[in-house]
Nanobody, 121 residues
């Protein structure tokens, strides 16, 4: 089994910063793309940012310049540095990873349970 566990969420004032972490563990052969999604109340889940195992990154337009995604392949961990947070960034942030568990299988999508980020004064 594979598990993704997020941490780092919390309550922050507008303009503040948080660093989210997501560690993958379990029966992992290879991790391909890792990413962060978020879901605000009453809205659909949306991509925040993603990063390939080669380090290529992709960001949603609303996060460009404010959020930075990175990963530590040795620790099977992906990070999301969030800066200049706005109230509209309030959401549950979910970690996602495409992981294969053995050499003969393709990667599958795995999700964490989410960490809540609340931006409020």
């Amino acid at each position: 089994q594979v598990q993704l566990v997020e941490s780092g969420g919390g309550v922050v004032q507008p303009g503040g910063s948080l660093r989210l972490s997501c560690a993958a563990s379990g029966n992992i052969f290879r991790i391909y793309r890792m990413g962060w999604y978020r879901q605000a109340p009453g809205k659909q889940r949306e991509l925040v940012a993603s990063i390939t195992n080669g380090g290529n990154t992709n960001y949603a337009d609303s996060q460009k310049g404010r959020f930075t995604i990175s990963r530590d392949n040795a620790k099977n961990t992906v990070y999301l540095q969030t800066n200049s947070l706005k109230p509209e960034d309030t959401a549950v942030y979910y970690c996602n990873a495409v992981i294969s568990t053995n050499p003969s299988t393709q990667g599958m999508d795995y999700w964490g349970k989410g960490t809540l980020v609340t931006v409020s004064s």
